[in-house]
């Protein structure tokens, strides 16, 4: 290893670190609170999971920044991370503005984690991770080491946002048709833990399966927004592929079980594990198989 290498290693890390550092602050900002106060003071849960989901979406995404070969000279590097880094940032806070503002609407996110509500932030954290894993295979795809290459992980971004928010919009129809009307959001508001930890299962499955057509979809320089509408066919049909397999496999697993009193109206959290887990699991299958 030597002198260059050495160098880069150090920078890329501490690009990183300070990027970590100031999203910390940021998730204070976006929620209204202090972090140290929410963390340290009223031993917030649910505060502390949306801080750990935007944490490992962020590390996601880094992670794929700085791979790949490094820049001719460190200056470029460290605009190189610096670029795909606050790019990053900035992708998963319209995430969650898109989630807060669609589909957790008629009641404020930011409070219900104030006030503790660890099914909001378990929601928070799953969507924050879904995104990260996202953008981290648009990083990875996208054939460009520099900043130039931020527009197509844009592309890839929205066109995984409409797959995630598909998986969301489901999970609210399905609950409504199955409680008279009844909202998810609200059951969410509520505190169904349960509820929020299948649906986080599925989310993050969901976004696994997609990240998987970064190895199926050629990504073509020359047009980077027909490679997008290819990658966002690709990532539809991996969604249904791991749906189907989740559901043959979920009444294997849990044969006997009336999985929708226990998770929608009991709130056992010990049946929602296995079905996010069952979700998470097929994902990962699928993605080994196709990389």
Sequence with gaps: MNIWMVSTIVLNLAMAVGLIFMFRALMGIFAGVDVTDELANKDNPAFGLAVAGGIGALCLVLGAAVGGEAAASLTNEAINVLSYGLAGIVLLKVGMLINDNIFLR??????????????????QA?????????VSSAVNW?????????GGVVLVYFAGQIVLSAV?????AIYKSRHDGDSWQQAIAGGNTALAIRYAGQVVGTAIAASAMSAMVTYIASDVL???????????????????LYRVCVFAILAGVDIVEEVDNQRNTAVAYIEASLFIGIAVILKAMLA
């Design 106 to 123: 008629g009641f404020s996110v930011a409070e219900q984690i104030r006030d503790k509500n660890v099914a909001v932030g378990v929601v």
């Design 126 to 134: 799953a969507n924050l991770l879904a995104v990260g894993i996202i």
């Design 142 to 150: 996208v054939e460009v080491e520099t900043w130039q290459g931020i």
């Design 168 to 172: 969301t919009a489901l999970r609210i």
């Design 226 to 244: 027909m490679s997008s509408v290819y990658w966002l066919g690709m990532a539809v049909a991996a969604m249904l592929v791991v749906w189907a």
